[in-house]
C-alpha cells in the first residue's frame, strides 16, 4: 500500500516562496510518474508538475519558470519549489502516484 503525506504549505505574501514535501511510504520502486496537483475552492483539481517515467521534470504553463520539482529516492520525497508566487496559487496542493493520493498541505498568497 501506498500512503503520501504533504508538508510545508502556509500564508505567504506575493512574491514569496515556499518548498513543499511530499512523503512517500509502502511498496514503490521509484520516484518517476509523481505529480502535485492543486485545488482552490469551487475548481476543479489542476495539474501542477510532473517528475515523468524518465525522471524528466513537466510543468503546466501556469507554473512552467516559477516551480520546480525534484525528487530524493533515498528519502523517498518529493519537493515543489515555489517561487514569485502570486495569488492564483492559492489552493489544496497534493501529491499523487499511480491513483494513491495524500491529503493535501494548503498554500494561501495573500498580503
Known amino acids: 500500500q501506498v500512503q503520501l503525506v504533504e508538508s510545508g504549505g502556509g500564508l505567504v505574501q506575493p512574491g514569496g516562496s515556499l518548498r513543499l514535501s511530499c512523503e512517500v511510504s509502502g511498496m514503490i520502486t521509484s520516484m518517476n510518474g509523481i505529480e502535485w496537483y492543486r485545488q482552490a475552492p469551487g475548481k476543479q483539481r489542476e495539474f501542477v508538475a510532473r517528475i515523468n517515467s524518465i525522471g524528466y521534470p513537466y510543468y503546466s504553463n501556469s507554473v512552467k519558470g516559477r516551480f520546480t520539482i525534484s525528487s530524493d529516492n533515498a528519502k523517498k520525497q518529493v519537493y515543489l519549489q515555489m517561487d514569485s508566487l502570486k495569488p492564483e496559487d492559492t489552493a489544496v496542493y497534493l501529491c499523487?502516484?499511480?491513483?494513491?493520493w495524500g491529503q493535501g498541505t494548503q498554500v494561501t498568497v495573500s498580503s
Open positions: 499523487n502516484k499511480d491513483d494513491h
